[in-house]
């Protein structure tokens, strides 16, 4: 089985300034991994995934985010936040054998300030 | 392309009363997913569905049910409401494949007094 822990649950970063989200994960097979973007009262869309090849993933909004293996981490960076930005952001895991099931972490909550 | 759409976006239900969240995509897509999510808690698996008429149950199935007659609709039924029933709901659908990503719905945020 999967698991996914994100160690901040809350981020207040300034306008303009970087940012790191933090995710790690467990699995004892090859996962995909993904980072969702939640905005106040909507779903959840995606920001990026990771499937396979280059670590350093794109994704949009400026955003990207490095697979470690080795750390079993995916950590999501802008090298600088706007307003726009403030959202609850959400790694997610899933098995590569598996058809079905991704399980999502707790989330951040990055709160930007002017 | 209207992607997922959800109903009601809001409702209070009354302790052991029954209801019906409505989830329809227009993507044609194989898979339908239902999540509840709970402040810190992230999302949580409820049921799924990989076509029509198949369907299997999630991380939190108990007091709910689904059923899948047809690729776009997959609907939440609630027989008994309870409060720690209260939570948003996200309907999500993915193509089929391992490694797609999900589209989600707006949410229904359900209150249970």
């Known amino acids: 089985a999967q698991s996914v822990t994100q160690l901040d649950s809350q981020v207040p970063v300034f306008e303009e300034a970087p940012v790191e989200l933090r995710c790690n994960y467990s699995?004892?097979?090859?996962?995909?991994l993904f980072w969702y973007v939640q905005y106040p009262n909507q779903g959840l869309q995606l920001l990026l995934k990771y499937l396979s090849g280059s670590t350093l993933v794109k994704g949009i909004n400026g955003f990207e985010a490095e697979f470690n293996k080795s750390q079993t981490s995916f950590h999501l960076r802008k090298p600088s936040v706007h307003i726009s930005d403030t959202a609850e952001y959400f790694c997610a895991v899933k098995a590569e054998t598996s058809y079905d099931k991704v399980i999502f972490g707790p989330g951040t909550s990055l709160s930007v300030i002017p | 392309n209207a992607g997922v759409t959800q109903t009601p976006k809001f409702r209070i239900l009354k302790i052991g009363q029954s209801m019906t969240l409505q989830c329809t995509q227009d993507?044609?897509?194989?898979?339908m997913y239902w999540y509840r999510q709970d402040p810190g808690m992230g999302l949580k698996l409820i049921y799924y569905s990989v076509g029509a008429g198949i369907t299997d149950k999630g991380e939190v199935p108990n007091g709910y049910n689904v059923s899948r007659s047809t690729t776009e609709d997959f609907p939440l039924r609630l027989e008994l409401a309870a409060p720690s029933q209260t939570s948003v709901y996200f309907c999500a659908s993915s193509p089929q494949g391992r490694n797609n990503e999900q589209f989600f719905g707006p949410g229904t945020r359900l209150t249970v007094l």
């Open positions: 699995s004892s097979v090859s996962v995909y």
């Open positions: 993507m044609n897509h194989n898979y």
